[in-house]
């Protein structure tokens, strides 16, 4: 799955900036990295949000245990990997039908937060359970939201094209060739928030949590500074 937002959306965070500086590479263009995408990963799914967005998703070689899903509703649109262990009980709490699969729940428990309850995106994430990271980007509001599993079981990374969009991928090799050193795995049990302060992390309450006293994680090159308890040692 691919989602790519433009400087018009994202600012893109100076910890990626940083570890493109230090040793530059080649990069190519956003365009390039969806064409890129499309072409490698056939057939596949391809939906243009104005100038703001791309998001780029397909079933190609995809696990039964991480299945890739995407949907949109009321202009936010969702990309979701992997498997929600607790869908069954976050049906019931937000209401929704017994068919609704993890990237409709997602939108719903997003939209509850937007609109209904003054609680922070952790509230929201914290209850999901399982083996997950998602790209979801709300139109009318032109926000990012961005999370991953606090197991990190479900691999994602981010970066930074030629011309200064922020990528999402579940695939390194295709940001490889796109956005050059500028460019790291997602932090497990994190989110990324454009319209919330940036990367923030988040606890679930399935896990103990040991919280570390520094306040930076060194992630493949960059350093990435965490609000809150910083990096999350989780143990079962």
């Not at 990374?157 to 500028?182: E, Q, R």
Request: aromatic share 10%; charged share 20%; net charge negative.
């Amino acid at each position: 799955m691919l989602g790519v937002f433009s400087g018009e959306v994202v600012e893109v965070p100076a910890e990626l900036v940083a570890a493109g500086s230090r040793t530059p590479s080649p990069k190519t263009r956003a365009s390039e990295l969806i064409n890129r995408f499309l072409g490698s990963f056939a057939p596949a799914v391809s939906i243009q949000i104005g100038d703001l967005g791309h998001l780029a998703y397909s079933h190609a070689n995809q696990s039964p245990f991480a299945p890739r899903l995407f949907a949109a509703k009321d202009e936010i649109y969702c990309l979701f990997k992997g498997v929600l262990t607790n869908l069954g009980s976050l049906r019931q709490q937000y209401g929704l039908s017994k068919s609704a699969d993890e990237v409709v729940l997602v939108i719903e428990a997003y939209k509850a937060l937007r609109d209904r309850a003054p609680y922070p995106p952790s509230f929201m994430l914290a209850h999901l359970t399982g083996n997950f990271a998602f790209v979801l980007f709300d139109k009318s509001t032109s926000s990012i939201l961005v999370a991953s599993d606090p197991d990190g079981r479900v691999p994602l990374f981010w970066g930074i094209t030629a011309d200064g969009c922020l990528a999402f991928a579940d695939d390194l090799d295709l940001l490889k060739g796109s956005c050059g050193k500028s460019l790291a795995p997602f932090p497990e049990g994190c989110y990324y928030s454009n319209a919330l302060g940036g990367l923030k992390s988040y606890e679930n309450p399935k896990h103990k949590v040991t919280a570390v006293l520094e306040d930076e994680e060194e992630v493949c090159g960059a350093t990435f500074k965490v609000e809150g308890s910083a990096v999350l040692a989780a143990t079962h």
